[in-house]
DNA sequence: TAGTGGTCTAGACCACAAA
DNA sequence: TTGTGGTCTAGACCACTAT
């Protein structure tokens, strides 16, 4: 099956620049496309097919009159056991920004977003529009979404500087108790696009979520968009629901016996 | 930052194919790069710029020799509450396929795989390779790795029809009772894209994993490899699965200091 | 202003699928 | 055999960044 024809030559141009960029350290300058065209005489055009599969694996950056470099390692985004964003970097001891971009108290609500809530058609909503950076890079977008009797009380300042999550329990007077999200990998909308600054064919992982309080109540939805070239995630699921399996295992350790889990899992 | 530049070209073609797309049903042809050229009067570059677009987003596959054709829709994989592929399609009622790839043993353990389960240096491990096909299409490939004695007694005919984990449980006598795993979207490893069927500058959501039954004994590790063009994902998770509303948030770690966020981690 | 990557052209040859 | 998409060439102009 493998290895039956020749390698495109862009492959190897790419296998060469790989090693090059473990080579050279984070936000180092690459060759321009010219002169790795004429390094491995080829078309600049076959050098772009070799910098675009870089891109796509978010090893490298290119700029238009800049030109391309090496990209810092990705993050983590820890989506399970269930945490917000804030809660999640902060506990990795990494630093970030949050930017808000807009925000509208009172707007009609999208549809998807209408059913999201449980909101009767013709609902309004408030809509508030974010950007979170690590190290001066931007890693995702958040656009969100609360029912009016929530939009009309919340103040976006607040979110600038504290969990966006608590700020909402805070206003609602109860905890946030599940959440549940479609994941897609898709190139970025026009608008997306641009405030994560990437080009119309980047991909981002968008995840589209409701959150609830106990009884099942929206309260929040929206979608927010991830780098893929800038982000990696994990999860930790455990079938037993009881304790939490995280708190008992000490990240690689052999043959400990935590004799917290001999838990019953229904099956 | 939006709406200053004049839209490239590409993306008008790409609009109007996804029109297109969206008139004609799945698995219809679309023009050839050549007619679409004509009548768009552009290069054929430009609309591959166009296709390329679609291709990443799943819309559409191309096909040497064949054509472009429009995809079906995308399958749901639901990760959480945490499910078996076989389990999770399953409930949904897709049929699918499992075509066992391989079957070694016998081999030295992946230093990756190795940590993963646990294992000494110089350990060795059995590694089964297989793909799953949903209406007859490639959705995921697993290469999956088990301990030297769980290996050596393991049936891979057995795998075929039925759900893998649970072969597993059977063979250890012990549920698996948690998971987790690194996901990360990257560009296929020339083997896996082998297996996917794809290109080698197509995107997949690789999804390394360990499972564990109770006491926290990894029994399995390995990666699972998604055609983000075939497939997206689901996840529903709660804080508090039970009655009390109040709970619990994640273990103790409830009290974050707001003010960890602008210092420390730089780099 | 100089130099980069983004877009685009008009060709070409090849590997592969289907008739 | 025919026609497709995959790869590749040798140019070109433009938008943007940095100086």
């Given at each position: 099956m493998a290895g039956g024809t020749r390698s495109p030559l862009y492959l190897d141009v790419a296998a060469w620049l790989e090693g090059e960029i473990g080579r050279l350290g984070p936000n180092s300058l690459l060759p321009t496309e010219e002169q790795l065209a004429e390094r491995f005489r080829v078309s600049r055009i076959t050098v772009r097919g070799a910098l675009d599969l870089l891109e796509r694996g978010g090893l490298v950056s290119r700029l238009r009159g800049r030109g391309t470099t090496v990209n810092p390692p990705k993050i983590t985004r820890r989506f399970a056991p269930l945490t917000s964003f804030e809660q999640d970097l902060a506990s990795q001891g990494v630093a970030f920004v949050t930017r808000i971009l807009s925000y509208e108290p009172v707007m009609p609500a999208p549809t998807a977003m209408r059913l999201c809530l449980g909101l009767p058609a013709d609902s309004q909503v408030g809509c508030l529009s974010l950007v979170r950076l690590v190290d001066g890079r931007i890693v995702c977008h958040d656009r969100r979404y609360y029912p009016a009797w929530i939009a009309a009380r919340l103040?976006?300042?607040?979110?600038e500087h504290r969990d966006a999550s608590e700020v909402i329990e805070d206003l609602v007077?109860?905890?946030?108790v599940e959440s549940d999200w479609d994941s897609e990998i898709t190139p970025a909308p026009r608008d997306v696009a641009a405030a994560l600054d990437v080009g119309p064919r980047t991909l981002v992982l968008a995840n589209t979520y409701t959150w609830r309080i106990a009884g099942g109540t929206p309260i929040e939805a929206g979608t927010i968009s991830y780098r893929v070239d800038r982000c990696k995630f994990h999860f930790a699921i455990g079938f037993?629901?009881?304790?939490?399996?995280l708190a008992a295992r000490?990240?690689?350790?052999?043959?400990?016996?935590?004799?917290?889990?001999?838990g019953a899992a229904g099956k």
């Open positions: 103040d976006p300042k607040r979110v007077g109860s905890p946030i037993n629901r009881r304790a939490s399996p000490p990240a690689r350790a052999k043959r400990t016996r935590p004799s917290a889990l001999g």
